[in-house]
């Protein structure tokens, strides 16, 4: 399975946009670049997923470099509770289309 | 919709007995994953069903693990002579077929485990 590389930890101010990079230098011609969330004491949420072209909607952005090696998530006004794990992941394009995660990036949003 | 429901949310045992947890997937879901997370980790998968077909198992399901989604709806997870370092959380995602790799995992919230 395709690897991603994502900051440990981050920290934002509330009302202010947030950048969340991610690097997947190995990413083949078909994977997706799905972004999930995790709240505390939450199961994963999914947050925004694209292959090529960036992406909206109303959670966030989607932006992915020309070549796919990386990917930002970019949050447009942070809130406080968007404080969460955030995972960058490539869907697994198995029979299972199953989710591999990292260890994410830890968003801290300050008021 | 109301989501995919895991219970219990919490089970406290004591090690060596056996514990079992039930998902219930989005109605019209086929496809249900099951995954454990420790603290400070992402998730990690453990089984998929397709439908009532056990179709992929991982490596970190032990002999001791056992899953079964009988009649393709609700899913339950075994554990049997429970070990200390089985304590995680056990989260529930389903997601249906039709749009393959863009149809996003739905999570329950999980079920804490701790083994005493």
């Known amino acids: 399975d395709a690897k991603t590389t994502q900051p440990n930890s981050m920290e934002s101010n509330e009302e202010e946009p947030v950048h969340l990079p991610c690097n997947h230098s190995t990413i083949s011609g078909t994977d997706y670049i799905h972004w999930y969330r995790q709240l505390p004491s939450q199961g994963p949420e999914y947050v925004i997923h694209g292959l090529t072209s960036n992406v909206n909607n109303r959670m966030a952005s989607l932006a992915i470099a020309e070549d796919r090696k990386s990917s930002t998530l970019i949050l447009h006004r942070a809130t406080l509770r968007d404080a969460a794990v955030y995972y960058c992941?490539?869907?697994?394009?198995?029979?299972?289309?199953?989710?591999?995660f990292g260890t994410g990036t830890l968003l801290a949003v300050q008021p | 919709d109301t989501g995919v429901s895991q219970d219990p949310r919490h089970k406290i045992t004591k090690r060596g007995q056996n514990v079992t947890f039930r998902c219930d997937p989005i109605s019209e879901h086929n496809r249900l994953y099951w995954y454990r997370q420790t603290l400070g980790q992402g998730p990690e998968f453990l089984t998929y069903?397709?439908?009532?077909?056990?179709?992929?198992k991982s490596r970190l399901l032990s002999d001791r693990f056992s899953a079964e989604r009988p009649k393709g709806s609700f899913s339950t997870l075994e554990i049997q002579r429970t070990e200390q370092g089985d304590s995680a959380m056990y989260l529930c995602?389903?997601?249906?077929?039709?749009?393959?790799?863009?149809?996003?995992?739905?999570f329950g919230n999980g079920t804490r485990l701790t083994v005493t």
């Open positions: 069903f397709q439908n009532e077909a056990q179709l992929e």
């Open positions: 995602a389903s997601s249906s077929e039709d749009r393959g790799l863009n149809s996003p995992l739905h």
């Open positions: 992941i490539l869907r697994d394009r198995g029979a299972t289309n199953k989710l591999i």
